[in-house]
């Protein structure tokens, strides 16, 4: 690859030897500390510039196990090409990320790393001329891994991390399956699987980064017209996977209401849903169905396979809805039944790996993401002790279940950080 102005061939060992050596030091002083000792992690400072979207997020993703490791391994030992702005926001990231996760070590990178986050965020994160408004934390996480998969990135084009390198989706020509997509059998699943591990293939040959490794996932969109079981298939990849939170009859069995599970929420999100030319949002899909393009055919259903499943998984509880009636945002507090331990991913092969929580974002107050406020809780890795953030403060956490099953989690929770066991 040729190297552009500002490329930096190698990057400047020195001070990766020194955050890798601060890395070690602080891994290896957190193995033998005793985790019952009230000594807190820091916090990041807001100053009342409406940032907790992105301090909530950050606490979390920095407790994403061998994140750290694996970034400054892939950048000691792999051939990458830098441009100069892109290092320093690379290693101002895990500058950051390494000072949050020691004990008794204020931050001192996060105003640069904030600097730099309005050059490769400028969306999200506004000039320093201009107010800071809220933003969308599932936003910033999302663009945020992007921006650190681009840099990383050892098969990417010639485009700087700022700028589009396409889309990794795929799509499959419509064919007939002969049965519905509701009940799969055998063959079919395996067919859906292979076109979806074809894609999987193609993405990997352009996308090779510690971000991929750890929290890239993919979709299969399976869309088949009722009348002659034509059946299209589209795969995507996804860093943040957005659960639609369904309401439904939950009468129990006492005549009481059952409440929420995100296992259901899960089981939803893979079911087949019957679709009409009314749920079309192109017009000239209402005459002919969008399968087959066959007239009358304007009945089809949809389903959604998770065919690759991430090591670290952040899930996006869809919280918020537009009211057309009153054209405004409006928040969904249903209360749901988050689990710490054994969350299971319903993949395309039957067998669903199970996660561990480490991280939630709650959202606090307002019908929008672009108000309220956002606070996290995480785990350390070593230890396995849970802490609240909001913002600069820092408190410990006795029993993150008793957390979760309180109203405040069950209502508010928005980001779910798991890795899998």
């Known amino acids: 690859m040729q190297q552009g102005p500002g490329a930096s061939r ?13 890395h070690r030091k602080i891994t290896f002083a957190a193995a033998g500390s005793d985790s019952s000792m009230d000594n807190l992690p820091p916090g990041l400072v807001n100053r009342g510039q409406n940032l907790c979207f992105a301090i909530s997020s950050l606490q979390c993703l920095f407790r994403t196990p061998e994140m750290a490791g694996l970034m400054q391994d892939w950048v000691q030992n792999s051939n990458l090409v830098m441009a100069a702005d892109e290092e ?40 320093s001329s201009y107010t800071q408004e809220q933003q969308d934390a599932a936003e910033f996480v999302m663009t945020l891994l992007n921006v650190l ?6 098969r990417r084009p010639k485009a700087k991390a700022g700028e589009a390198n396409g889309s990794g989706s795929a799509e499959h020509n419509a064919e007939n399956f002969q049965v519905s997509i509701s009940t799969l059998n055998k063959r079919c699943l395996n067919r859906i699987l292979e076109v979806a ?28 017209c009722t009348s002659c079981l034509k059946t299209s298939i589209r795969t995507q990849e996804y860093n943040v996977l957005p659960i639609a939170i369904e309401l439904r009859d939950r009468v129990s069995s006492n005549g009481g209401r059952n409440t929420l599970r995100l296992y259901d929420l899960l089981v939803s999100f893979t079911e087949a849903k019957r679709m009409d030319n009314r749920d079309a949002d192109n017009e000239n899909e209402l005459q002919t169905g969008p399968i087959c393009n066959m007239a009358a055919h304007t009945s089809w259903l949809h389903r959604t396979m998770l065919s690759q499943t991430p090591s670290a998984v952040v899930l996006q509880l869809l919280r918020f809805q537009y009211d057309s009636s009153s054209g405004q945002s409006r928040k969904i507090r249903e209360p749901i039944k ?10 395309g092969s039957g067998t669903w790996p199970q996660y561990k929580l480490y991280g939630v974002v709650a959202h606090i107050g307002s019908r929008s993401t672009q108000d309220g406020h956002y606070i996290a809780f995480a785990e350390e890795q070593m230890g396995g002790k849970w802490y609240r953030f909001d913002d600069e403060s820092v408190t410990s956490v006795a029993d993150i279940d008793e957390e979760l099953a309180k109203p405040f989690l069950m209502e508010n929770a928005y980001l779910l ?3 899998k066991t």
């Open 197 to 224: 591990y074809k894609g999987w293939q193609a993405y990997e040959r352009a996308n090779d980064s510690p971000i991929v490794h750890l929290f890239t996932g993919q979709t299969s969109d399976i869309h088949q």
């Open 10 to 22: 190698f990057p400047k060992l020195a001070r990766w030897d020194m955050l890798s050596q601060l």
């Open 149 to 154: 998969h681009k840099i990383l990135n050892s």
């Open 88 to 127: 320093d926001f690379l290693w101002s990231y895990l500058k950051l990320h390494v000072e949050c996760v020691a004990r008794n070590l204020q931050p001192s990178t996060q105003d640069n790393f904030v600097r730099l986050c309005r050059v490769f965020m400028p969306q999200l994160v506004s000039s």
């Open 417 to 419: 950080f798991y890795r």
């Open 338 to 347: 988050i689990p710490s331990t054994n969350m299971c991913l319903p993949n």
